[in-house]
């Protein structure tokens, strides 16, 4: 009898120890996959920003000017505490395309840690040409 109450009190004992691995261990992976999940959906949003940049830039009487502004507004109604330090450029490039790049850092619940997201969209600059 008391062989069997020494055996329970130490597997009582090495309950706890596994407990206290056992529970910040899936807190991490909880925390983890959380971030994940942010940095995602930011990466989405952010890439939403970008095409509507670009596609607004890219309209007949759209300008680079008019894509940035696009694309920020975009940011400002969609990403606005989920995106942070967003920035915008648009260029031309060979072939009269039209690049918007927005980029910026997913919001983190890891302090101190910066998680990067950006995103490029390309589209045609579209003209009207009289034919003839």
């Not at 008391?2 to 009190?9: E, K, N, P, V």
């Not at 597997?11 to 925390?31: K, N």
């Not at 101190?112 to 579209?126: C, D, E, M, R, Y």
């Amino acid at each position: 009898m008391l062989a069997f109450l020494r055996w329970s009190a130490w597997g009582e004992e090495g309950s706890v120890v596994e407990a206290a691995i056992a529970i910040p261990a899936a807190m991490l992976i909880i925390l983890l996959s959380v971030q994940v999940c942010l940095w995602a959906h930011a990466s989405t949003l952010v890439q939403a920003a970008a095409a509507r940049g670009d596609e607004t830039a890219c309209t007949d009487g759209g300008s680079l000017k008019s894509g940035i502004a696009a694309a920020r507004v975009e940011l400002d109604e969609t990403a606005n505490h989920v995106v942070l330090g967003a920035s915008v450029e648009a260029s031309t490039i060979p072939g009269d395309d039209v690049q918007v790049r927005v980029t910026g850092d997913a919001e983190s619940i890891v302090p101190g840690i910066h998680f990067p997201v950006s995103a490029v969209s390309v589209g045609a600059k579209q003209e009207f040409r009289v034919s003839g």
